[in-house]
């Protein structure tokens, strides 16, 4: 057998199922006996076909222990949907409600899996039939608008037709009859449109029916009569009992007994054939009328009888299926509040979660403004530093020649002087004459030539030489691990230096001079810096009398060989005064 062949065969054996059920039954026992050569989707198939075939033949034990043999490893929602559908309905069929209901709803709650909208509308409505025949009508109703609300595929407008049939059904059962009636146009104008004249049938037989029941007879038996006719002659449903029963009543209460009793066994008979529990109550009363207005007691009594009894086993079965969908809506209920637990959980970890995310978005906030202060601090600590640096050069260094201050250069040269291991020489000078400058060029002249002479002896020094400005126009200069001689030389290096300035680029001609004095301190003498630059002055103030311009050593520390720099006087040059 091929592929092609299969295929055709299962086909041939749906639409057989139709038309001739026992050939069905045995042309699928063929093919049940080929099947190891199928493929998945049509061992799936074969599944299906069998299933119907045994709900067509009622055998619903069977059904049910063949579904549930696999019905847990299909995994296709499309599919699985389908054998729920059948599994529920045999269950149904059974009395076994609960079970009914638990597979009704394991469908229902596959729905948003379900691709294929044919599948989606046959759970929907397995669920609109199980709950009708369970008295459920409201909730039966919510599955129907459910249904109606499926997005349109492709203009298919089954879905809409399906639900509004059953709108109008659960209407009426709800004695809602305003709403059933314009829920009527509507199911027959969409069923019509999608081609489903079949389901507009049964609602045109509702139609019917809502006339009967509302007292309009004479128009309720003909649109009874013509619906009726509509239906295929094979079909004998629920819908055809129901119908039959209303043309009974409809034919007994307008007085013409002979069709109101054909009617009436019709219904009966269609009902018991169908068993139809609540149909076969209701043919069995209109009978007892029926025989009652025929003046046929003993045959009312025996129909009215039955209907009793019916009508017991009826408020029995009513019980149980109540019983059953009160059990299984507690358990959904139950199965909600777990869900909604759960999902309240849920919620509480993801608040939790975002706690967290804050918790560490507050610790990166907490670091960066961490680093904001720290930042803050440590350019407010630079800018004070900055400030005491300007504040210590401004301490340390004068303004105008950018040599020590006064106070610097003495607490250096103190600090050189006590910590001495050699001979340290102090050189003090003083500008000659200096007031005449002022006096003659201006203050700012008097300025620019401070600042030459600092120029000037300042690139006489070493490195390690203290020079500072200890007033006016008086400065000293410290000169380390320096002997008399080599301090001597200096300050005539740099006395000769400052009468070499050309004062020309101030505006002015004019010569310029300096007076040193200079002391010595070696390092057995335990003296201080204080006495070195009293010695020091004191050469200075002798070379200013002396006729300044020259260098006087001092004698005071008795370090210097005076008679050798008196001897030298021409080299002083100092002019008397
Ligand atoms: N331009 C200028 N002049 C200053 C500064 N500091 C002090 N002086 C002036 O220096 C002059 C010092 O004069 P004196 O102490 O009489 O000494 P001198 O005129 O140099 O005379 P001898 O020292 O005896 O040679 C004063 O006129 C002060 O005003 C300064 O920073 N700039």
């Given amino acids: 057998t091929s592929d092609i062949d299969i295929e055709q065969e299962l086909t041939r054996v749906g639409e057989l199922l139709k038309s001739d059920p026992q050939q069905a039954r045995a042309a699928l026992a063929v093919l049940e006996s080929a099947q190891a050569h199928f493929s998945p989707p049509q061992v799936i198939h074969l599944l299906i ?21 696999f019905i847990d490893r299909v995994q296709d929602p499309n599919i699985k949907s389908k054998f729920l559908y059948h599994l529920s309905t045999s ?24 691709t294929d909208t044919i599948a989606k509308i046959t759970s929907l409505q397995a669920a609109v039939t199980l709950l009708n025949s369970l008295y459920a009508y409201s909730e039966a109703l919510s599955y129907a608008n459910r249904m109606y609300d499926l997005p349109l595929l492709n203009q298919d407008l089954s879905a809409k037709c399906i639900a509004s049939a059953d709108r109008v059904e659960i209407y009426m059962m709800l004695k809602q009859r305003s709403l059933a009636r314009e829920q009527m146009r509507e199911a027959v104008d969409l069923c019509d449109k999608n081609g489903r004249t079949y389901v507009s049938q049964i609602v045109h037989s509702f139609a019917a029916i809502d006339l009967i029941d509302n007292q309009e007879y004479q128009s309720g038996i003909n649109a009874g009569l013509t619906a009726l006719r509509a239906f295929p002659s094979s079909m004998h449903t629920d819908y055809v009992s129901r119908l039959e029963d209303g043309l009974a009543r409809a034919y007994l209460l307008t007085g013409r007994l002979v069709a109101a009793e054909q009617y009436g066994h019709l219904a009966y008979q269609h009902a018991t054939e169908q068993k139809l529990a609540q149909e076969t109550e209701k043919s069995l009363e209109t009978l007892a009328q029926i025989k009652r207005a025929q003046a046929q007691y003993s045959a009312a009594l025996g129909y009215a009888e039955k209907a009793l009894a019916q009508k017991n086993a009826l408020l029995d079965e009513q019980f149980q299926k109540n019983v059953a969908y009160q059990r299984v809506k507690f358990s959904m209920q139950d199965q909600s509040n777990q869900v909604a637990l759960l999902e309240k959980q849920n919620k509480i970890l993801a608040i939790e979660k975002q706690l967290e995310k804050k918790n560490s978005q507050n610790l990166w906030l907490i670091i960066a403004l961490v680093m904001v202060v720290a930042t803050a601090l440590g350019l407010y600590l630079w800018k004070v530093i900055l400030q005491k640096n300007f504040f210590r050069r401004t301490t340390q ?18 600090e050189v002087v006590s910590v001495r291991n050699k001979v340290v020489s102090l050189i003090l000078f003083d500008m000659d004459f200096f007031k005449r400058i002022n006096d003659s060029f201006g203050h700012p002249v008097g300025d620019w030539v401070l600042i030459k002479v600092c120029q000037t002896v300042s690139a006489e020094l070493r490195d390690g030489d203290l020079f500072g400005r200890l007033g006016g126009e008086e400065f000293a200069i410290c000169l380390p691990n320096t002997d008399v001689e080599m301090a001597w030389q200096l300050a005539q290096r740099c006395r000769a230096a400052i009468a070499a300035i050309d004062a020309e680029p101030c505006g002015f001609q004019f010569p310029l001079s300096a007076s040193f004095g200079i002391a010595c301190i070696d390092q057995n003498d335990n003296r201080q810096f204080s006495t070195l630059l009293e010695a020091a002055d004191k050469a200075l103030y002798q070379a200013k009398s002396e006729g300044r311009n020259c260098v006087v050593v001092s004698n005071l520390m008795g370090t210097a060989d005076i008679a050798h720099y008196q001897a030298k006087s021409d080299e002083r040059n100092c002019v008397s005064a």
């Fill in 49 to 69: 076909l069998k299933s119907s075939v045994l709900g067509f033949f009622n055998q619903h034990h069977e059904r049910v222990a063949y579904l549930n043999g």
């Fill in 91 to 114: 269950y149904a069929a059974l009395g076994e409600y609960e079970r009914a209901l638990d597979a009704m709803n394991t469908s229902i709650a596959l729905l948003p899996r379900v």
């Fill in 397 to 414: 260094i004068d303004g105008l020649t950018r040599i020590s201050t006064r106070g610097h250069f003495m607490t250096s040269a103190e």
